[in-house]
């Protein structure tokens, strides 16, 4: 399930907010998918992730907008085990998940710290598509998983900050892009 990102309008590139700034920390409200407001806010997500080194996700809150609606894309990343190409949902929720597994996170909006996320390993999601409305269901695991929950709870109002078992599995970051970059989703 690759999203077709022809079916967009041309994106604008958004500024990315940095915590702790309030949108961050709310829970965004569900969107009507056919809006198109919210089809362009898909489309801006879109064109935000493709211009931020190392980015692999981006969700509506990021730049500064309470919405459910995110997009991932892990083809390229090294860690990618399954990768359905671009990722654009809206209204997304888990509906099934397994096998914990800790690993390593990083955000746009927090870029100065990584920290260890216990997240599921294999994973449905089932969310909208921004245009059509029509549901879809993304089947995945590993490093694609773990990007999805990641944009999944930038809606609900949570960063992996919210998730790290504490200050010892905080880490500063090590590797810095020309942008600040997303490594971990």
Known sequence: MSFDETTLPPGRVREVVRAPAHVLAAAGPEVDPTDPEVV???????????????????????????????????????????????????????????????????????????????????????GQLPGSGEETDVVTDAFEARALQHEIDHCAGLLFLDRVAGAHALHARQVYLDAPADPGA
Do not use: I, W, Y
Request: a positive charge; one cysteine or more; aromatic letters at 2%.
């Open 40 to 126: 362009q806010l898909c489309a801006d997500l879109v064109a935000t992730m493709r211009v931020s080194p190392g980015c692999v996700g981006l969700a509506a809150p990021q730049v500064g907008v309470s919405a459910q609606a995110f997009c991932v894309d892990v083809t390229d990343h090294p860690k990618t085990r399954t990768a359905h190409g671009l990722v654009v949902l809206v209204n997304a929720r888990v509906v099934e998940s397994s096998r914990n597994e800790r690993a390593r996170e990083g955000c746009m909006s927090v870029p100065d710290l990584t920290g260890d996320v216990k997240r599921a390993t294999r994973l449905t999601v089932r």
